[in-house]
């Protein structure tokens, strides 16, 4: 699932040369990064040379655009395909999410994000008819991992980990930059952030910024927070979607139990985390779920700092925050 963009706005901040600093951008999984790493006992060229590699080995499993890639190649049916361990990893994680969310986590929803023109697939017309079609090959316990070889119950289910593994290859940056001796860093990664330490230009935690979704045609922050420790992910309807011919507007969120690509009144969420993969998942699973049922579950999570944009009965924009969110706030 592509993310609602959040500003890193460490990218904008100067560095006194007295301080070692490491500062790189660049793209990947298709959009861009930046990092600033303060204490890393490594060049920038060695940095972003480590990057791109992460990168491509997390494209080589689990890229959906990619034809040779291990996800690919099971999708289109190849037999006893090994997987590796990053893979193994991100299917565990998403089974659990899958488990907690009470199913609305779904990976499998592949095949309707392709029919509805989001994946790597053209766009087709989605009647009713299609759609019922297509969800009988949607659900996650139709997978199975065993002998690091997937197995399919049904040979049409396709399935991708776009809404987890970015936030994955996010977090393995991260551990490579903690490796190299980074005790301050900051990670953005398509809108997805890891923040270790301070930003020792300003002695304080990260400062980042949440886009205001009712301000798409351009970019305004709704809020400031500043954390530490921790990593973020952000979604939202309101930037990627698609309008057919006959008017009619589709989002890229897909509800697992009805195929629907509809948008809610739900507009945006950002998690906060102690790993993005986690964050990830969980910011796309509060998409999909009505409010009701996403605060519920926040309610008794304590390990899931949330922030819910929503509009109300009347339209108007609401926001909820659980406290730990709330804390981080800053004028």
């Not at 400031?224 to 008017?247: L, P, T, W």
């Amino acid at each position: 699932m592509r993310k609602l963009i959040v500003i890193a706005l460490f990218l904008g901040i100067s560095c006194s040369p007295k301080k070692e600093v490491i500062r790189i951008q660049g793209s990947a999984l298709g959009t861009t990064y930046g990092i600033v790493c303060y204490d890393c006992n490594i060049e920038s060229s060695a940095l972003q040379f480590a990057v791109d590699s992460i990168v491509e080995s997390a494209n080589n499993s689990m890229s959906t655009y990619r034809p040779n890639s291990l996800i690919s190649r099971i999708n289109k049916g190849e037999e006893n395909v090994l997987v590796d361990d990053q893979f193994k990893k991100v299917f565990d994680l998403a089974q659990q999410i899958h488990k907690e969310t009470d199913g609305y986590f779904d990976p499998t929803v592949g095949i309707l994000v392709d029919a509805y023109g989001f994946g790597a697939q053209e766009a087709v017309e989605v009647t009713d008819e299609l759609r019922d079609s297509l969800l009988q090959y949607v659900g996650f316990d139709k997978l199975s991992l065993k002998q690091n070889v997937l197995l399919k119950a049904n040979s049409n289910t396709q399935f991708d980990f776009n809404a987890i593994a970015k936030g994955y290859t996010l977090d393995l940056i991260a551990l490579y930059l903690t490796q190299t001796g980074g005790a301050n860093y900051l990670i953005e990664l398509g809108g997805e952030i890891v923040a270790k330490g301070q930003n020792l230009d300003s002695l304080r935690a990260w400062t980042v910024g949440i886009d205001d979704p009712q301000r798409f045609e351009e970019r305004v922050l709704k809020q400031k927070i500043q954390f530490s420790d921790k990593a973020m992910a952000s979604s939202g309807n309101y930037r990627k979607f698609r309008v057919d011919e006959k008017g009619n507007k589709y989002v890229h969120t897909i509800d697992p139990f009805t195929g629907e690509a509809k948008m809610s009144n739900v507009l945006a969420t950002s998690v906060i985390a102690d790993d993005c993969a986690t964050a990830d998942a969980w910011a796309t699973s509060f998409m999909v779920m009505d409010l009701p049922k996403s605060l519920s579950i926040l309610k008794g999570r304590s390990d899931l700092w949330a922030y819910i944009i929503y509009s109300d009965e009347q339209g108007e924009i609401k926001e909820w925050f659980s406290p730990e969110f709330e804390a981080l706030l800053i004028d």
